[in-house]
Nanobody, 124 residues
Framework: QLQLVESGGALVQPGGSLRLSCAAS????????IGWFRQAPGKEREGVSC????????NYADSVKGRFTISRDNAENTVYLQMNSLKPEDTAVYYC?????????????????WGQGTQVTVSS
């Protein structure tokens, strides 16, 4: 089976932090570019961050630059999204996705494998 499973979503207060994890099973992530996307109620899915196969290139949406950090641990077959200084507008379902290519993409249709999502709610 080829699966991605997100975890780490929670209810957190503004200014707080969360670390999301994306664990792969059935395949090895070290051949895949990994992206994080999010979708808020009534809005389209948007790219948040991505990391290249090598891990040497990362991209971030302008709305999260300086607050979010993507990383990968190929030995653990897991990709992480560290989220700091969270804001209410970060509230969304967060998805990880994988595509078998070297470079980042912010377009959902270019990704082959998707997790089921994890809910992040930022509220006081």
């Amino acid at each position: 089976q080829l699966q991605l499973v997100e975890s780490g979503g929670a209810l957190v207060q503004p200014g707080g932090s969360l670390r999301l994890s994306c664990a792969a099973s059935g395949f090895t992530l070290d051949h895949y570019t990994i992206g994080w996307f999010r979708q808020a109620p009534g809005k389209e899915r948007e790219g948040v961050s991505c990391i290249s196969v090598s891990g040497l290139r990362t991209n971030y949406a302008d709305s999260v630059k300086g607050r979010f950090t993507i990383s990968r641990d190929n030995a653990e077959n897991t990709v992480y999204l560290q989220m700091n200084s969270l804001k209410p507008e970060d509230t969304a379902v967060y998805y990880c996705a994988a595509r078998q290519y070297y470079y980042c993409s912010g377009f959902p249709y270019e990704y082959n494998y998707w997790g089921q999502g994890t809910q992040v709610t930022v509220s006081s």
